[in-house]
């Protein structure tokens, strides 16, 4: 028993387990801080009491029993004051518990106390996780069960000795156990000393143990939704960063391009989006305001009498078109980024991995959830093809009875035709912008692609792209219309805002169009990246009688990430560091949070395919072998051949036997393991605790040399274990 | 190889020891275990204090050692009035050649007796501090070898503290071991009884080693092999001594060094290259009691003996053997 137990003395391991309680306990805070609920506070006042408790386990004693005694019902009260002044019930729950881990750690405890410092870190730890489904918090569980797993042991071990059921009572709390004195140099010391391989070889041995199979478990089965059980969202919202809403105010695409985090990672089938920068279509403003473009109220309406509780839309209008991508595209996208969803053109199918409240648009080609998602939105699109139009043949319509000014069409119609022609009202601006479109038309009679052209060579020939503007000063008058009077550098959203402005002005219908543009393709995992700084705006422009054409108006497109993926056949995906780092996070959502049903189906598929088509290879490579040996045997002899027939016997039994001698010699000059690891000295030292009870004879003294005796002399090992173990049977058998 | 010890060299130590023995025994009847642990002392080149109840033949064992061996011998009783120059010699003026000539003392010899040696003053005891350390005696400022080998055999009354001087403990750590001898068992003491012997003159022992083999001998002793996991078991020994609650202070280093060197001179006198576990558990009473002192003191020192040989027996229960 002695050498089962690790020679740490009763008070040790009581410190160690002091030790691992507080580490515990902070590990389930930490989970906490990703919640982003109302308890950083607390969180922080806990985590250094608790730091505090742990380095100087003294503390606890020097409160007086009628603190801890009083603790309880403190708590209580503060939960009930707690939920008649918060809204929500959740973040009041999450900070019971943080208040209760914290009497748990800071106080002496037993096995009973040990084991409800557990379950309540584990009930914050698995909130936390489901709640957010972050990659943060999957490292953070992984140290959770090492740190628990270690800190059962202890308690067990513990246990094994002191073995009591009682609780501590108040009394005992306050009162500075013999464990807890001592400066921690020495006891640190202690445990480097004691630290052996094998104990860790085996807790970690064990570690993975838990790990993998949890991993089986996790893969067979059957799934299940947790985050549609709970109604989480309307407690705990996520601090939107600057992403793309339905307005779009000059300057929020160059403060995006300023941030480097990755928005969305798109893991695609078909390699053929290699080397080519789709444009992430995420919304479209149609009206315009003196601020900028912003969707209009009609757009925004239609969206809204669209939305329905769905797992999958099927873009109905694309069901005919043929010669489509048969792949499928899956979307993650980070949470923060949009409520509308990147469409980077046409699909067949568009499939959520849970009913969500979706509104569609597919006239706009626009998908979006009813608000923006506090966690990872991961979606799929089948049969993407990357294009450059959208179909809406009812704008024709629309657009003509707004020019006829017939009263056959509703006010709606004719209004959603203005919107899409609206521009700034002002006499000045309205004078410069037929300047300009005087310029650009020449006289001409232009189709609406001409005339984007055109507008697009006169906007590059009069302005360069900068990510900084100096917009020149001007009283009442647009900002883009002074911008584009001037010769001012701009950017994206610049040229962007200008060609629709000049469009509408020449009496084209057009709109801006933002979302992000190229990305990276990631080459460790293979899938793109898309960071914010590929933020983008482009503008679409009506043809006048069936689609919305895509144009690029802004020069260069020289923002820094989209380089690589500019070049097009010299394109290079990215391996590096942070490449790498991403695509944990990529696996993370592809392999864990997105596991669904399908997801396991196909897995198991995939492995019964892989086994038996790796089976029937071997079979059919082993039945070949007989018949080559037969047909190889039954040719003609000559010396050549016999010669090959005896460097084939000789050749792998002298490597057989080179390979024992090495083995041999290995196992007699030991060069791995610890320095006072030998696996002769081992044996011979086995053996004589097991022949201990027998007769003093030659055997005994040959092991005890193997052992104890200097290497020069010893006698071969090997016959001294074999008469050993005849001695043992002798001795059995007497 | 030639720091090892060759099997051959090992089997004649072993014959030759074991003729020391059988010779010894002639004298010593019924003491096998004590000859045992003199002749390790004697092998191990260090000294030894054998502290018992007088009559049990301490004088006895020194004097048959001592003659067993084609050595010098000496006996010096320690008596309160003894002075240093008694024992380590004295400069004096000599008229014909005009000059101070040292006349060596007593302790000018390979085996030196030091009987009773708690009865002489602190400042006679000390005088032995130097030759027991160095094997050497400093007088006037000129240093005189005595001689090689060289062992201090002193004897002592446990019991009878009258006109006594304990031996302090920088003096106690010189000796390599402490022994106590016992009463015999009833037949050895019958055949005691029967013997027509009386007196240290009467005992006929004929030396059966000489200097130069003894000299052999202890050189081998340093050869003897000792696994590095002996020496942990041993280091952890040691350090279990340290931090015991029951000690004062723990064993200090020389008494580290003396445990290994015992250990290795046991294992030669068992006709073995190597050192076991077991040689350490059998010394580490003899080697470590006297070096060790408790932290509640005792009535009387047989008494304070016991309760240091039972910690010490508990310790090295506790402590887990290399296997």
Known sequence: MDKLLPPLSLDELRRLKWLLGGALALLSLGTVVFLEIEALGLVGVAASLIMAAMLWPVLPSRVPALVWRGAVPVIILILIADLYFSPDTLPALIRLAILLVLYRSVSYRRKREDLQLILLALFLVVVAGVLTVALEFAILLLVFTGCALGFLFVVTLIDLTENTRQALTYEEMSRCPAWALGPWRPYIDRLRQVADWRWLGFASGLFFCVVIFSTILFIIIPRFEITAGFFLDQYITKQSRTGFTEVLKFGDVGTLIQDDRVALRVDVTDPAIVGQTPYWRLVALDEYTADGFRVSAALKQELLRSQTVTQQI???????????????????????????????????????????????????????????????????????ELTDTIPDPRFAQRLRSAQDNRTTHSAQDRAEAETNLRGPLGPVDAAILRRINTEI????????????HRAIAWLHAHHAYALSV????????????????????????????????????????????????????????????????????????????????????????????????????????????????DSVRVLWYRRIVNFDSRAQVAMVEQVKSFTTDLGSTWLRQLAKYPQRLKTWWTQPWNLARVRELLMGILVPVALVGLLLRLARWGWLHPRWGPADYDPVRRTAGRWLTQLAAGPDDDVMADLRRLRYGPRETWPEPKVVFQRAKIARRRGRSR | MSDLANAAEVAWTHATIERLKANMRLTIKGKDEVIEQALICLLASGHLLIEDLPGVGKTTLAYALARSLDCTFSRIQFTSDLLPTDVIGVSIYDESVKEFIFKPGPVFANIVLADEINRATPKTQSALLEVMDRSKVTVDGAAHAV??????????????????????????????????????????????????????DAIAVNPVVTRAEVLTMQALVGKIFVEDSVLDYLLRLITATRTDGEFKAGVSVRGGLALRVAAQARALLHGRDFVLPADIQFLAGPILAHRLSLARPTADAREESRTMLAALHRIILSLPVPS
């Not at chain 1, 078109?321 to 923060?336: Q, V």
């Not at chain 1, 038309?441 to 984007?452: N, Q």
């Not at chain 2, 010189?174 to 240290?200: C, H, K, N, V």
């Open chain 1, 314 to 384: 099927t873009d109905q209008q694309l069901g005919s078109i043929r010669g489509m991508a048969a792949g499928s595209w899956t979307f993650y996208l980070e949470p923060g980024v949009s409520r509308f969803l990147p469409i980077p053109g046409r699909y067949r199918q568009l499939r959520l991995r849970e009913p969500m409240p979706l509104q569609a648009s597919r006239r706009h080609r626009l998908v979006a959830l009813r608000t923006e998602a506090m966690t990872m939105t991961a979606f799929q699109l089948e049969a993407v």
């Open chain 1, 441 to 452: 038309i020449a006289g001409a009679v232009l189709t609406p692609a001409e005339y984007a």
């Open chain 1, 470 to 581: 100096k917009l020149p000063a001007g009283d009442g008058q647009d900002a883009i219309v002074r911008w584009l009077a001037s010769s001012e550098p701009g950017f994206c959203e610049y040229f962007a805002a200008s060609f629709v402005l000049l469009a509408r002005a020449a009496d084209y219908p057009a709109r801006v169009v933002a979302g992000f543009h190229g990305g990276i393709w990631n080459g460790v995992e293979n899938y793109f990246m898309v960071r914010n700084s590929d933020a983008h705006a482009w503008a679409e422009i009506y043809d006048g009688t069936g689609s919305w054409w895509r144009m690029e108006p802004t020069p260069g497109l020289l923002r820094p990430s989209s380089t690589i993926a500019q070049v097009g056949s010299s394109f290079a995906p990215d391996r590096s560091w942070r490449a790498r780092l």
């Open chain 2, 147 to 200: 001689g090689d080998p060289f062992m201090v055999v002193a004897t002592q009354n446990p019991v009878d503290y009258e006109g006594t001087f304990s031996l302090p403990e920088s003096q106690l750590d010189r000796f390599l071991m402490r022994l106590t001898m016992g009463y015999p068992q009833r037949d050895d003491e019958l055949a005691i009884l029967r013997s027509a012997r009386l007196g240290y």
